[in-house]
């Protein structure tokens, strides 16, 4: 468990690194309920991403056929995710983070929820480290059980970083609009930064992970 716990870790910075939901949350943050909007959101967002990454495992184990250990098609996976996330910085330019507009409509808990939820959904398909998160929960061959409570965990301390919006809301109200603003900036301009880098990195040791398997029938990470 530690050692999976060594792996999924860097996959969380590379994931958390993401401006498009902080922006939304200071989004829901400028709205007429500012606390429970943004609350709402993250909650439909990140229990969407939990479900999405029970799908991506259910759908995963069948296409593979997976027994008890890990087997070829799981580092055939990993080559693939690997490639992706080094094809995903070729093209990448600088954009800052979404700007915060404020709202044109009456924002409520139940729409922020559902919006949450949609803008995962929307966005899975390019989520790729968190197929690579889950490709490593299979090949960590654990229980059912233990398999979800890795991906709540994993979900828990993704949503985490986030929860600032409707903490920094509730004990400073309006005071706390222009810091959320520029704690989003500041995300954007990471992300700009590092996330090519990070991104490469993720997908190079994927790929030799990958590689490591098919040259010496075990990958590199071994659990």
């Known amino acids: 468990m530690i050692d999976l716990v060594s792996v999924l870790f860097p996959i969380l910075l590379v994931d958390v690194l993401n401006p498009v939901l902080f922006a939304m949350l200071v989004f829901a943050a400028g709205s ?7 609350a709402a959101m993250l909650a439909g967002h990140t229990l969407a991403y939990f479900a999405a990454g029970i799908v991506i495992a259910l759908g995963m184990e069948q296409l593979s056929h997976r027994l008890a250990n890990p087997q070829r098609i799981d580092f055939i996976i990993s080559g693939l995710v690997g490639i992706g996330l080094l094809l995903m910085v070729l093209p990448t330019k600088k954009q800052g983070a979404p700007e915060a507009a404020e709202p044109e409509w009456d924002l409520t808990p139940l729409k922020c929820f559902a919006f949450g939820a949609v803008v995962n959904f929307i966005g899975i398909p390019f989520a790729l480290p ?5 490709d490593q929960v299979l090949k960590a061959d654990l229980s059912v059980t233990g ?8 979900n828990f301390c993704y949503a985490a970083p986030f929860m600032i919006v409707p903490a920094l809301v509730a004990i400073s109200g309006e005071r706390a609009k222009p810091f959320l603003e520029k704690i ?14 990070l991104f490469a990195a993720l997908g190079a040791a994927l790929i ?3 590689v ?8 590199l990470i071994q659990f």
């Open 32 to 38: 007429n309920r500012p606390v429970s909007n943004s």
């Open 130 to 134: 968190y197929f690579a998160v889950v």
């Open 147 to 154: 398999s979800v409570t890795v991906l709540t965990i994993y």
């Open 184 to 197: 989003n900036g500041f995300i954007g301009k990471a992300s700009d930064m590092l996330m090519p880098w």
């Open 208 to 210: 030799a992970d990958a």
């Open 212 to 219: 490591a398997y098919f040259y010496r029938g075990a990958g």
